[in-house]
């Protein structure tokens, strides 16, 4: 079974700051997707950034970005330039791509953006 | 708008009761899932299905029951034997082919 592991529960970071959040997974399959999902205090789930594995390239969204490291499994998130509407619970995940397969998530980081 | 409804978004329920999460989508995705969540833990599958009329069990089913009679539909229902059901409660949808989950808004629980 996939493992997904968030060592970080809090972090703080001045506005306009770069912080990066830390991701390791555990697996023995190949191929497979990550994620990274946002739960602002809404509570919605968003889609912030996804990797496939078999792309050497990082994945690039915006201000978002990933440092993907198959051998490690790891999975990084960096935010540059900060926001306040960044504040959130950042959660990790994990996909097979082995079709419908459901998704393992780590159990977050607290993101807090400090004005 | 194609998307997740989950209702209602805040439930209480004394011990002993039954209660059912209703989860609709309009996406035309295959499967759909529940997902429970409490402080520390992140993310809990209780249940998901693929196709109508067929579920399988996550991590964490026991307490828990769910249908899949349209592809729309996939209610959970907390049943008296669920010993801590006070949480967080979202559904999720995605594609034939997999990938990333499409979340609803969820529905808090809480048992008096």
């Known amino acids: 079974a996939q493992t997904v592991t968030q060592s970080q529960p809090e972090m703080s970071v001045q506005e306009a700051e770069t912080v990066t959040l830390s991701c390791t997974y555990d697996t023995s399959e190949n191929n497979y997707y990550l994620f990274w999902y946002k739960q602002p205090p809404s509570r919605q789930m968003i889609l912030v950034i996804r990797q496939e594995a078999y792309k050497q390239q990082n994945a690039t969204e915006n201000r978002f970005s990933v440092n993907f490291q198959k051998a490690a499994k790891s999975f990084s998130l960096k935010i540059s330039d900060s926001q306040l509407g960044d504040t959130a619970m950042y959660f990790c995940?994990?996909?097979?791509?082995?079709?419908?397969?459901?998704?393992?998530f780590g159990t977050g980081t607290r993101l807090t953006i400090i004005p | 708008d194609g998307g997740i409804t989950q209702s209602p978004k805040y439930l209480f329920r004394k011990e002993g009761q039954n209660v059912t999460l209703s989860c609709e989508q309009n996406?035309?995705?295959?499967?759909m899932y529940w997902y429970r969540q409490d402080p520390g833990q992140g993310l809990r599958l209780i249940y998901y299905s693929q196709i109508v009329n067929d579920f399988q069990k996550g991590d964490i089913a026991e307490g828990y029951s769910v249908s899949r009679e349209k592809k729309e539909s996939f209610p959970l229902t907390v049943t008296s034997a669920q010993k801590n059901p006070t949480a967080f409660y979202l559904c999720a949808s995605n594609p034939l082919w997999g990938g990333e989950l499409f979340f609803g808004e969820g529905s808090r629980l809480t048992v008096l």
């Open positions: 995940a994990f996909g097979s791509n082995f079709g419908n397969e459901k998704l393992t």
């Open positions: 996406l035309n995705h295959d499967a």
